[in-house]
């Protein structure tokens, strides 16, 4: 199974593919939306879920996502046509670091897709060139909440803490005008929904030649999680505003 075939399964219970509870999506784009009429671009859409959310709350929106994930984009497509907003929506195959638009957006979202960027500060650079005059950005990314280990270093990468995170941000030109720093139950519950949701669709398929890796990718998900960096990583979402406006 391919790691794009894998996450798309693993997110079935949980469609937001970050830690984070409905009631902070909602606040965050609410916070992200001031009129409700935006442009919206998202970087890493996967699903489509934030762009579909904010498509069904808002009628005026128009939204695009960028997604190298066939299956995903798939998956947002008939989502879309099923809500009745696949008018609304355009969605582009791509690697989200090599797409460009000829028109600017007054929302760009990133969450959780800072990894196709390079880290936090690229993805927010990659934002501003996309971002219309008073535009906002979404988005969302870890940091290290406790002293990591050196393992969970290397499989997750040299976050900073969160502090630090903030101090770089505004360093790099932007206000936050809105954050949600995920609880312990969001990362928790984020967790048990991606290896649950795997580890039970490979429970309800005996015949299936991908049962055994997918209960296997599951296991060593779960334990990595448990072990390695439960204790120590946070994740924290913010909506900012350039500085020089």
Sequence with gaps: MDRQRISRIAHTGHPIAAPLGDDAVRQLLEHALPRGDERVLDLGCGGG?????????????????????????????????AQGVADRLVLHHADAADFRSPHPFGLVLSVGAAHAFGG????????????????????????????????AVEMLGDFADLPTTLERVAGAGWTPVHGHVSSRRELDGYEWSWTGSLASWALDQPESPDRTEALAAAGAHRTEWLRVY?????????????TDG
Aim: hydrophobic share 45%.
């Design 49 to 81: 879920e934030w762009l579909l959310r904010a498509l069904a709350r808002h009628p005026g929106l128009r939204a695009e996502g960028v997604d190298v994930s066939t299956e995903s984009l798939a998956h947002a497509r008939t989502a879309a046509a």
């Design 120 to 151: 936090l500060l690229p993805t927010l650079a990659a934002a501003r060139q996309y971002l219309a005059p008073g535009g906002r950005v979404l988005v969302g990314d870890g940091f290290w909440d406790r002293t990591p280990s050196p393992e």
């Design 230 to 242: 439960r204790d120590s990583w946070g994740f924290v979402s913010l909506v900012l505003r350039r």
